[in-house]
């Protein structure tokens, strides 16, 4: 049988000239692209070259830019994003109000500025003194309030986030334990409480999710205290509750913390003490330990203020537990100063 080339149609045996000459390369099915080396490093510089010259526009000293990692770069570009977003043009920026460190120096403690998903938007360079990190060291610990804050309190500040968000102008509080500098925790025997004192305001008209922020005031409180630390023994009273909270026994040490006479308590209501904000998160404690089972049960803790004897307001680390066969609570109260 004869076999016909198929690019002249002859024998094969008859003409050869048609095959491809030696030296010449048949046409192949094109391989799928393989990174390589050289690929790979030019993406690593264009990369490179690329944060550089977003670390170049970042408005701090040429020293800090020096020292600055990838993933701070990042964290900072991400930050001034943020507020570029939610501060147009036509308004003033938190970072735009020129407040000199002469000035934040007088502030009691830093200024933090929140989205409404409790995104950072702006933390003022003060808080070095508060938490003994820089804006950049902070940003490594996380772009969120939650990054930065012990996690037992992430549920009461997403509550007061919440709170304050639904009812626009309203202030809210809450206390809680921030991340600080390895020299910090061993000055101070672990990491600093902050009360946090805000209100969300809209940037612009109409108002929105979207153009809202929470500005906050961050000040220091005693760091709080834990289970069985002997050095606040000082800092705490207790009282006994019927089931409803009333008081039927209190230490005669809440003189000194809150100003009342044991005798002025005895029969009055927990919640008439209660600062309103405080009241909802008060309830769920009294409502956890109300619905637990047998003598000794506790709820955990709530950071809540009780009004003192001069009508001013004193923060309270509050445990409650149920006893006497479960018909009566009794709080542990150690007052943060």
């Known amino acids: 049988m004869t076999i016909f080339c198929s690019h002249c149609h ?5 003409e050869m000239s048609c095959l491809p000459r030696r030296g010449k390369q048949v046409p192949s099915t094109p391989r799928p692209f393989r990174s390589t080396k050289s690929a790979s490093k030019a993406r690593r510089d264009q990369i490179n ?3 550089q010259a977003l670390r170049s526009l970042l408005p701090i000293s040429a020293r800090e830019k020096e020292r600055l990692s990838y993933l701070h770069t990042m964290a900072l570009v991400c930050l001034q994003l943020r ?5 147009t043009p036509d308004l003033a920026s938190p970072a735009g109000l020129a407040l000199g460190t002469e000035l934040l120096s007088l502030l009691p403690g830093f200024l933090l500025v929140l989205s409404a998903s409790g995104k950072l938007v702006y933390v003022s360079e003060n808080v070095a003194q508060v938490l003994g990190l820089s804006v950049v060291e902070l940003l490594a610990q996380g772009d969120t309030v939650f ?13 007061q986030l919440l709170l304050a968000q639904e009812e626009p102008g309203r202030e809210v509080t809450f206390v809680g334990e921030m991340h600080t500098s390895k020299a910090f925790r061993l000055r101070h025997g672990g990491n600093r409480a902050v009360a946090v004192h805000g209100r969300f305001a809209a940037l612009g008209q109409p108002a929105s999710s979207t153009n809202s922020v929470f500005l906050a005031l961050c000040t220091l409180v005693a760091r709080l ?18 089931l409803d909270m009333t008081f039927t026994d209190v230490t005669e040490s809440v003189t000194y913390h809150l100003g009342y006479r044991r005798e002025e308590l005895i029969g009055q209501s927990w919640y008439s003490l209660l600062h309103p904000e405080d009241a909802d998160l008060a ?10 089972r047998g003598a000794g049960a506790t709820a955990g803790t709530a950071v809540l203020r009780v009004l003192r004897r001069d009508h001013t ?3 309270l680390r509050i445990s409650a537990r149920r006893d006497g066969g479960g018909h009566s609570i009794t709080c542990t109260s ?3 100063r």
Request: contains cysteine; proline residues 3%; aromatic residues 8%.
């Open 49 to 51: 070259a690329e944060l």
């Open 225 to 242: 205290p834990t289970d069985g630390d002997a050095g606040f023994q000082d800092d705490l009273f207790q009282s006994t509750h019927i």
């Open 83 to 87: 507020g570029a977003q939610l501060f």
């Open 334 to 336: 150690h007052c943060l």
């Open 147 to 159: 990054d930065i804050l012990d996690g037992q309190a992430h549920e009461d500040v997403h509550k």
């Open 10 to 14: 002859r024998p094969l045996q008859a």
């Open 283 to 292: 309830a769920a404690q009294h409502r956890a330990v109300g619905e637990s």
């Open 313 to 315: 307001w004193a923060w």
